[in-house]
Nanobody
Framework: HVQLVESGGGSVQVGGSLRLSCVAS????????MGWFRQIPDKEREWVAASASIGPTFYADSVRGRFTISRDRAKEKDVYLQMNNLKPEDTAKYYC????????????????????WGQGTQVTVS
């Protein structure tokens, strides 16, 4: 059973920062990825970043150098997204996601690879 709850969204000026949090209740074991996606109305959900349970982090080109994904040291499945130098095109609803992965497999950028999702948190940059 997996439950994800996001928070930390809001309205911010261009160039500002926000930190999103995702509290995860996960009772599965094994390798996994925690990902962040975002979506604007009438558009497909877009991958933003991911963190592997054992291994590196991954970023979309559009956010690399501005966003940082990290995981809580104590509750390793809790994940954060620090967003700096925000731009109007970052405006979207942001979703946390959980998915399993095989040994040696990179975290996926596609939504169907993630089996559990949070309810989302809105970020507006203007």
């Amino acid at each position: 059973h997996v439950q994800l709850v996001e928070s930390g969204g809001g309205s911010v000026q261009v160039g500002g920062s926000l930190r999103l949090s995702c509290v995860a209740s996960v009772d599965t074991i094994g390798r996994y990825c925690m990902g962040w996606f975002r979506q604007i109305p009438d558009k497909e959900r877009e991958w933003v970043a991911a963190s592997a349970s054992i291994g590196p982090t991954f970023y979309a080109d559009s956010v690399r150098g501005r966003f940082t994904i990290s995981r809580d040291r104590a509750k390793e499945k809790d994940v954060y997204l620090q967003m700096n130098n925000l731009k109007p095109e970052d405006t979207a609803k942001y979703y946390c996601a959980y998915g399993t992965r095989a040994a040696g497999e990179r975290c996926s950028k596609i939504t169907i690879s993630y089996t559990s999702w949070g309810q989302g948190t809105q970020v507006t940059v203007s």
